[in-house]
């Protein structure tokens, strides 16, 4: 098989595409868009990228079937003697275990395929049985790699852990290491051969019109006919009737934990049938291009999905955030509009104003008025996020960002307080600034400027006279040019306060960086593909 840089290169771009895909938001079909991303991945990674650049390496038979099928044994029986542990545990098969010839040794000792798994080697078991031990357990995420004379050079079998494990690991790493296949080996019984796990993964392998090959395991001799003829009639209605199939009797082995041999003569069929896709050449040609092709076609309808997943994903953030920003907004419009009537001065901001100076200092008037402008923002805070929160109730994926928006909501208040504090401080030395610059003589209290101030800003035509004090105290000049640098300034802090609470309900959203950029590259990478191919 004869393979092209650009399209080993053009296959490393797309890879790297899919690796840059990110599906945080919790919509309809997102989890499925994962999976078919992480297996994308595992095909490209374990499978199609090191078979390309590879061609001449041995085919890889994986073994796969749901709990307590009998994989291990079978394992065991092709190879002649024991190599993966089979027990009336379950899940049984925990660590996943390779056998090949040891001449093939150093294809799988490096991270040529399967990288993300640790290799591990250790003494056969008849050294351990004869030594008086049993052999321990194997650290998570290892492969263990073992080598038999029996297997013919060019041929390697691994046993894959139960595709429907108790184990959410197991699982995955079962998914993972079908994708790594060159052949797909899939082991049922006449109990289970109609279960729904086993068929989807049938399916899969027909998706991606992977070389297949089915096991009907265990089959009791009375109603071996009638099992092997239904079994046969599924396939078939399922679009594979032309996969091989082997049938093993039920047989005193296959009970015990595992822990016999099948006879030769039930697994020679099988083992034959692999020989021959090793060691002939127009066989093995058939079988490597076959499932390399098959997932390379696959690819023309899985990336637009994907593609499509990260398009809704794009399309979901921007509706959360257009929330949030018509939310603030429509409340920052509305504060303005406030401000403009002086629907700050009221409550006991109103009445310390009616009772300046006779009843009220020019300190508790400067008081009232920073404490209503700050429920002003608190109530204006408050109604957007009521807003945000009715929009967001109709987005499936809020559920992703809904604790950073509660999180900010606990502590508006206390932002908003600190920040009119800030406000009123700059007012007063605004105030200060103005006063220094007067005559000794004549100058007014730095208090009571910035209490005038701070009404005739605040208060409206209500407060009109505030404007006429402070023109009497400091000029009318002055006063015109103090309002001018005031009014800047309460219009920045408010808006600073808006923004600011706005900003902290889009940093959730924000940091999941839910961008459209990965929808084109993923279209653009497999046009490349296609035409490389």
Known sequence: MEVRPQLIDALSALRDCVAAVRLPLPLPGAPRARQTRDE??????????????????????????????????LVNSLVGRRVS????????????????????????????????????????????????GERGPVEDNALRVETAGSLPRGLALLDAPDIDSLV?????LAAELLCAADIWVMVTTASRYADAVPWHLLRTAKEYDAMLVTVLDRVPHQVIAEVSRQYAALLTKAGLGDVPRFTIPELPESAGGGRGLLPDSAVAALRSWLAHRALDPAARQQTVVRTAAGVIDSLNARMPALAGAVAAQYAAAVRLSGAVEEAYALEAERVRKLLARGAVLAGDARTRWRGYPRDSSATELLDALAESLMALLQCAVAA????????????????????GYAAADREAAERIGMAVRRWRRVL?????????????????????VAALLAASLLGGRRARAAGEQLAERIGAQGALRLRDKGGELVTAYVERVLHEERDRRLAPLDALDVTPEPQAELIAALSVLQKER
């Not at 007063?428 to 208090?447: C, N, Q, T, Y």
């Open 85 to 132: 542990e089979a027990g009336v545990l379950r899940p049984t098969t925990r660590t996943p275990v390779l056998v090949c010839h040891p001449e093939d040794h150093h294809w799988f000792a490096g991270m040529r395929v399967l990288p993300h798994l640790t290799r591990v080697w250790l003494p056969q078991q008849e050294e351990i049985e004869a030594a008086g």
């Open 168 to 172: 959410v690991g197991n699982r995955m």
């Open 40 to 73: 994308l991945l595992a095909q490209l990674d374990d499978y199609l990228v090191p078979r390309l650049k590879d061609p001449e390496a041995p085919l890889l038979a994986v073994v796969g079937g749901s709990t307590g099928t009998g994989k291990s044994t």
């Open 428 to 448: 007063e030395e605004l105030a200060e600034e103005v006063v220094r610059g007067m005559e000794r003589s004549v100058a007014p209290d730095p208090e009571t």
């Open 384 to 403: 957007a996020d009521e807003r945000l929160q009715e929009a967001w109730r109709r987005e499936p994926a809020s559920g992703a960002v809904g604790g």
